[in-house]
Every structure is written in C-alpha cells, then in structure tokens.
C-alpha cells in the first residue's frame, strides 16, 4: 500500500535549512518518505501574510531546485516520488495578478489557495473574517482556471469558499480540512461546503493534525481520525476523499500536533489497517490513500 499526500509544508522546512542542511529533502525527508511509503504528494510553500513577490519567487526557485537536484524526488515520474508544488497563500501578490500567477505555473506550482490565515489584496483567511473574494482574488481565479492549475479552499473563509465555487470553471479542493459536524473549527468544512465540493467534483484532503479533529486538549487518536474520514464517505461519498496530513512533526515545538497513532510520515500505515478494521473495503482504501489525489493532480501536471 503507498500514500498520496495533498499537503506537506516541507518547501519551508526546505528553505529555512538552506544554509546549514543544503540537502535536507533528500538527507532528512526522504529516509522518512520511504519509511512511511509515501509515493506522491505536495510540496507546499506556505506564506502567512508578511511576505512580498520577492520572497515569495525566492522560495519557489529554491525548493523548485532542490527538487530538480533530487535523487528520489521528481515532478515527473522518473525517480521514485513524484511531487507537484503548491503555494499556501499568496499574500505576495497585490498587482499584475495574471503576469504572477503564470510565473507560478512556469516553476512547476500546480496547487494555489489565496491566502493562508491572513487578509491579503486576494482572500481572506477563515481565522480573520468573512468577506467576498475581491476583484483580483476573482481574476486571480479566472487564470488559475487559464492555465489549469488547481485551486485549494482550505485557509479561505466561508464568503471566499463560496464565491470561487461560483466563480471557477473547474474542480476545487479542500487539501486540508476536516468537517464541523464532527469538530466546529473555524476552518473545517460544512454539510453544505461538503456538497459543493462534491457538485464540482473535487476533493476532500482529510488532514490529521489534532485541533482539526477534536479540542486541541483532548488529545486526538486514530479512531477519531478515522471517524472523519467515514462521515465524509456517509456525506460525499470515497471518491471525493483524499489524505491532506500537513505533519509539523519536525518543527520545533510541534512534535505532538498530531493524532495519536500518527504522529509523524513513518506511522501513516497505520491509516490503512484502521480503515480495514472500521469496514473499509481494499479497493475503498487504495482510492482513499493514495489514487484518488493521483488521478485528481495528475490531470494537472
């Protein structure tokens, strides 16, 4: 059984050891890669809000090199895992939209929300408010949809959620987000938000860390991730279900924000057998781990 990952903000672990670990996607991330059989996943490049275009193309160009570098990681399918990038916020971009994104698509960014928790010229993050997507959020939309490049609901409040479901042409995903009926965090998706995702035939990227899945003091288990990814199966259906992980195991600090019993990449396989044990068919498990979020991104890269 391999895995697919709709979300993993290594990019920015990548760029910050640039100095003193130049190797570190293949020296520290790929031993746990392979650990935990992960065969394809994001690359994500995560901006809060501060950062300008110059910082955001200095980030890109660097984990899009080390990439390019890589011995097991490719964004084609020649080495051992494939990889996209994807951008988390794009607080950077506050003029020429269109000129910005496609220099986005050009260094391999295939996945894009427009903001991440803040308020920025685009979107709106759901932690800061609930306004609708502003104009360049909306022409930001309409060229994403240009060049065929996904776009990821996530970090972006209600308003936004619903206007660039109106707005796009094309499918849109949650890549890490989890359901309030279950858990009422601010950025967990709604019966209804759950609806239109499936209406435009996306994805569901279930994300493991604990204070998505119950109170962040309550400690969190495996069972109770699970218990997420069968309400989606009840409410969308398993072919609009994927894995968004966004493990921060090796950030300092954040060693434990994650479920028990999968606190980091190389527990992952323990995903499958709870599903086993919980009813889940093989075939309902394969599509749900790994090819449901190949087939989805495939079709952009």
Request: proline share 1%; hydrophobic share 40%.
């Amino acid at each position: 059984m391999f895995f697919a990952n709709l979300h993993d903000d290594i990019g920015n672990d990548i760029y910050e050891h640039r100095f003193q670990e130049p190797n570190r996607l293949d020296e520290f991330h790929y031993p746990r890669f392979k650990q935990g059989k992960m065969k394809f996943s994001a690359i994500v490049c995560c901006f809060s809000g501060s950062e300008d275009w110059k910082a955001m193309m200095n980030t890109v160009l660097y984990v899009e090199r080390k990439i390019q570098e890589s011995r097991y990681f490719s964004f084609r399918e020649d080495k051992e895992i494939q990889v996209f990038l994807a951008v988390e916020g794009m607080c950077g971009i506050q003029e020429e939209v269109e000129v910005k994104i496609q220099w986005l698509y050009e260094h391999h960014v295939r996945l894009g929300s427009l903001c991440w928790n803040d308020e920025n010229a685009l979107a709106i993050g759901a932690k800061k408010g609930n306004k609708p997507l502003t104009e360049k959020g909306i022409r930001v939309i309409k060229e994403m949809n240009r060049l065929h490049m996904a776009i990821d609901t996530s970090h972006c409040c209600e308003w936004n959620f619903y206007d660039i479901a109106r707005v796009s042409k094309e499918a849109i995903i949650a890549s890490h987000s989890n359901v309030k009926a279950l858990y009422n965090h601010y950025r967990n998706l709604s019966d209804p938000q759950l609806q239109v995702v499936k209406a435009k035939n996306g994805l569901v990227g279930a994300i493991c860390v604990r204070w998505f899945v119950k109170k962040k003091e309550d400690k969190a288990t495996l069972q109770d991730y699970i218990e997420v990814i069968k309400y989606l199966k009840e409410t969308i259906g398993v072919k609009h279900i994927a894995l968004g992980f966004d493990f921060m195991d090796y950030i300092e600090g954040m060693e434990e924000s994650n479920v028990i019993g999968i606190q980091d990449i190389t527990e992952i396989g323990n995903i499958a057998a709870a599903l086993k044990e919980n009813g889940f068919q093989e075939e309902e498990i394969e599509k749900i781990c790994f090819q449901n979020a190949v087939d989805f991104m495939k079709s952009y890269l």
